[in-house]
């Protein structure tokens, strides 16, 4: 690591409260049952490809993400499936879903569940993007953005670097670091299966400085890979944000409205590259993550690595269990993730974390008047400014908050999180995104 | 396992910051400024100090409970800043009365009138100053002599003027400005706060400490006093180096009157100030070269208060115009 960079624009520097850096990584067995989503990334849910009563096994494919942007889902136990119908996802929603009582937990046979390392890559550049999504791989960073898509490159669009999102600027959440410190060279691998499966000469890492040990590791394996550059980054959130890191490593800017491509990046996060390795090297689709599970009361919180649809529940009861305080559960972490209305919603791919707030932490004060303090304008890393867009969606001047650029805002919720006055500038950003996008809507239909 | 959880909308953090720990915060950063007052002028600084800021909560309480029938908020301690700042901004030979009549000024129809914290354009401090010195000129226009009649409570004493009073009755004859040169302070005098003024007006060391403080603290930003102490400065620079036997030097106009405690202090204020950076550096120029205009050519000796609110009064207009730069437009990428 040679070079200290970060993002000049905005951000702020919530607590870090990062419990269970020292965790190692546990194993969670399965429950005894999970309820899988079919729609657990952005775009299109996939469809159920079994029925009530087949048996499947950890691998088996379970849901097919048939449109462009979707993903396939598969089987994270082994059993027979329960009921195709419905369960809730993280916001308390009901959507469709393969239920699947736990039997054992026997794999499907191409899958290489040894500890090997394997190294030699030997898959050319489309089939790493073609098995990409046949292993239903997902931005694993929260965003959930199907894997595939960002590597077919649109005609005329020019890609030279592979960004390797490894910040986790979130507070609380370790899941990114425990992996970097664990599978250091399963990334890595993974790391360079993307940069082949995007063609292109330069993969860069971004990790920011509250995780020397991670950036150490990192940068000393790196050396082995001539196309692989370790950055350490000056902490301060949003880093992880595609557009800041972006900005942060490269020095490039993605205008509003517009996406890595076009300014020639992929960006990625370590835990889609170890999920990268997994199916290219090991025939191992997508069926876990590494879920951080923590909360100031908890008694054994620390990283799991979860089946996919295990419910919250489970994973919580491995940690010491529900304490007796608790106001809020998060999906994720404190500043973008989604409180969750109950405890059976379960772990889908992008979920990073499962945070425990006690009364105390997940109160909201009283809000006051603005005081004009210009503290939301200056921590927006967008340069947005969110009191005036807050003040607009109040007063519900959409055109104007279109105008004001609401739709560039990233929903990191910096604004929020500073303001003095307790303002809940985001809830009103969000509406004000969505009544500008049925605007726009309405207009161009 | 049946806690109901509460459902709201990320982030799900929040700083420390408040509005409560902003406004005592820059209390705090005054101390300096109402310690070397009470050590220059003596007990009748504290009392003026403690006059005003009572003046300043009474008046918002009872504006909020009973004309407005809101849940009064004074604790949050931006009326006691208010009411430090307007004793800070007169003579230490202004009656009491007086100052509670600025206070009510300040509060009432600056403040409250508008819709209270957060609402008022102007700085209602310096609304409070200019109604006191149209109101009562011949008590905010009577200078006291530093370091004397310390346990007086009443005022008797009262000399010729302030530094810039002196300078600007010379202009005013047509003489030089030697004639006098005696009767000036010197530089450290001017720093340290031992002069002729208002009562949080004299010490630039102070004023210093107490915005170091708040520069700590992210109370204020750099740009707003450095943009409007270097404004003035140049602007007086230049008339200073065309005529020195007139003009009086640059470093004198930043320490003199009002221009330490107002650029840090009152050009600050969070509301009556624009919102974006560029806006606070072109506000802060404006603040400068007002300032400038006025003492080198007005009729007054001191600029300070008419250039913020000038500026005040300009800030909506900035703030339309000098918006933040978007991440992604207007660079190369
Ligand atoms: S307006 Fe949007 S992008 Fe800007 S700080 Fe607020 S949440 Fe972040
Ligand atoms: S941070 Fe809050 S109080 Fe400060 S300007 Fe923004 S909305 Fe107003």
Known sequence: ?445 | MSQTLIVSGSPHAKSDLTVRSIMWGVVIALLPVFAVSAYVFGVRAIIAVLVTSAACVVTEYIVQRFFLKQKPTVDDGSAVVTGMLLAFNVSVAVPLWQLVVGSIVAIAVAKMAFGGIGTNPFNPALIGRAFMTVSFPVHMNTWVVPRESLLSLGVDRATGATPLGYIADAAARGEPLSTVAAELPGYSQMFLGTIGGSMGEISALAVLIGGAYMLYRKLISWETPVVFLGTLAAGTGIFWIIDPTAYADPLFHVLAGGAMLGAWFMATDMTTSPMSRNGKIVFAAGCGLITAVIRLFGGFPEGVTYAILLMNAFVPLIDNKFRPRRFGKGVAS
């Open chain 1, 1 to 445: 690591m040679a070079v200290v960079k970060t993002f000049p624009m905005g951000g702020v520097h919530p607590p870090e409260n990062k419990f269970t850096a020292d965790s190692a990584i546990q194993i969670l067995d399965p429950p005894d049952e999970v309820a899988i989503l079919l729609g657990q990334h952005i775009g299109a849910p996939a469809e159920a490809v079994v029925q009530k009563g087949d048996t499947v096994k950890v691998g088996t494919l379970i849901g097919e993400g048939k449109a462009f942007i979707s993903a396939n889902v598969h089987s994270s136990v082994s059993g027979t499936v329960k009921r195709v119908d419905e369960a809730l996802d993280a916001a308390g929603f009901r959507k469709p879903a393969v239920v699947i009582s736990v039997e054992g937990d026997e794999w499907e046979e191409r899958i290489d569940r040894s500890p090997e390392l394997v190294t030699e890559i030997n898959t050319p550049a489309e089939e790493i993007v073609q098995r990409i999504k046949a292993a239903g791989i997902v931005g694993m960073g929260g965003a959930a953005f199907p894997t595939n898509v960002k590597y077919m490159v649109p005609e005329g669009k020019q890609v030279d670097t592979l960004v390797i999102n490894g910040v986790e600027c979130e507070p609380y959440l370790t899941a990114d670091h425990r992996l970097m410190l664990e599978h250091t060279d399963e990334v890595l691998i993974g790391v360079e299966v993307l940069r082949r499966a995007l063609q292109v000469e330069r993969a860069v890492i971004g990790i920011e400085l509250n995780k020397s040990d991670a950036i150490e590791i990192m940068s000393k394996h790196a050396e082995r890979f001539p196309h692989i550059e370790v950055y350490g980054l000056k902490v301060q959130y949003p880093q992880g944000a595609e557009k800041q890191l972006i900005k942060a490593i490269l020095d490039r800017e993605v205008p509003g409205g517009k996406l890595p491509l076009d300014v020639g990046c992929v960006v990625n996060n370590v835990g889609t590259a170890l999920a990268a390795y997994h199916e290219i090297q090991k025939n191992r689709p997508l069926i876990d993550r590494v879920v951080t599970v923590t909360g100031s009361s908890l008694s054994k919180r620390g990283n799991f690595q979860v089946r996919i649809g295990t419910p919250f529940s489970h994973a919580i009861e491995a940690a010491g269990g529900m304490p007796g305080d608790v106001a809020k559960v998060i999906a994720g972490g404190p500043m973008m993730g989604k409180a969750v209305p109950d405890l059976n919603v379960s772990v889908t791919k992008g979920t990073s974390g499962i945070l425990l707030l006690n009364k105390r932490e997940a109160q909201r004060e009283e809000t006051v008047a603005c005081i004009r303090c210009s503290k939301c304008v200056s921590a927006c890393p967008i340069g947005l400014e969110p009191y005036l867009l807050e003040k607009l969606a109040r007063m519900e001047y959409w055109e104007q908050s279109d105008e004001h650029d609401v739709l560039d805002c990233i929903e990191c919720g910096s604004c929020s999180y500073i303001c003095p006055s307790n303002r809940p500038l985001l809830d009103y950003i969000k509406l004000g995104k969505v009544k500008v996008h049925e605007m726009r809507r309405a207009s161009a239909g």
